[in-house]
């Protein structure tokens, strides 16, 4: 079975610029749940998809959103592009519930110039 | 709100001595706990969970963890640290009324000495 894929893995972007991250789940898993890393922050939830519906959201400001599809590939976006929005942005997937383990992708990693 | 403590952001054990990486955490209602393992450059990769059943949990790469209730803990152990083992591990509790939402713990480096 193919593991979480992303895409695309690096990404360097300027201030203010929009940007878009993909990710493909495990087939047959219907939750996608995105976080960013940072070396400060460490790992922080942003948002989790299930069945096309934004289930659970952190606490990240609007211009972080996100979306997932009939096939349940998910994509994430940011718009107006901050300094801060530098890290590694990690998607993973899962059947549905809490108890089930979460499968990571490698990552974008994202850079604000 | 639910939170996740990793005790110790750096940990160095010598090759061949026992690991032990503790986390703890908050919780209102029983938890699931997860260990995953993060490699430089890598996504996470699940180590162990504990959901319901025996407390003792066995994982991959001979590692363990036991969920002690009365003490909130869900500690990470090795009898004997290899150089393979250096890696960032991060503790994981998500909750039944939370959806499919993970706590993270802020990581642990564990540095294997030979």
């Known amino acids: 079975k193919a593991g979480v894929t992303q895409t695309p893995r690096y990404l360097i972007k300027t201030r203010g610029q929009q940007v878009t991250l993909s990710c493909s789940p495990i087939s047959g898993h219907r939750s996608v749940s995105w976080y960013q890393q940072t070396p400060g922050q460490g790992l922080q939830f942003l948002f989790e998809?299930?069945?096309?519906?934004?289930?659970n959201k952190g606490n990240f400001p609007g211009r972080f959103s996100g979306r997932q599809f009939s096939n349940s590939r998910s994509e994430m976006n940011v718009s107006t592009l901050e300094l801060g929005d530098s890290a590694l942005y990690l998607c993973?997937?899962?059947?549905?519930?809490?108890?089930?383990?979460?499968?990571f992708g490698p990552g974008t990693r994202l850079t604000v110039l | 709100a639910q939170s996740v403590t990793q005790l110790g952001s750096h940990v160095s054990v010598s090759e061949g001595a026992l690991v032990l990486l503790r986390c703890n955490y908050s919780?209102?209602?029983?938890?699931?706990l997860f260990w995953y393992v993060q490699y430089p450059n890598q996504g996470l990769q699940l180590l162990l969970k504990y959901t319901t059943g025996a407390t003792l949990v066995k994982g991959i790469n001979g590692f363990e963890a036991e969920f002690k209730k009365s003490e909130t803990s869900f500690h990470l152990t090795k009898p004997s640290a290899h150089m393979s083992d250096a890696a960032e591990y991060f503790c994981?509790?998500?909750?039944?009324?939370?959806?499919?939402?993970?706590?993270f713990g802020t990581g642990t480096s564990l540095t294997v000495i030979p």
């Open positions: 993973a997937s899962s059947l549905a519930s809490a108890a089930d383990t979460q499968y």
């Open positions: 994981a509790v998500s909750e039944s009324v939370s959806g499919n939402q993970f706590y």
């Open positions: 919780s209102s209602v029983p938890p699931y």
């Open positions: 998809y299930f069945s096309e519906t934004q289930r």
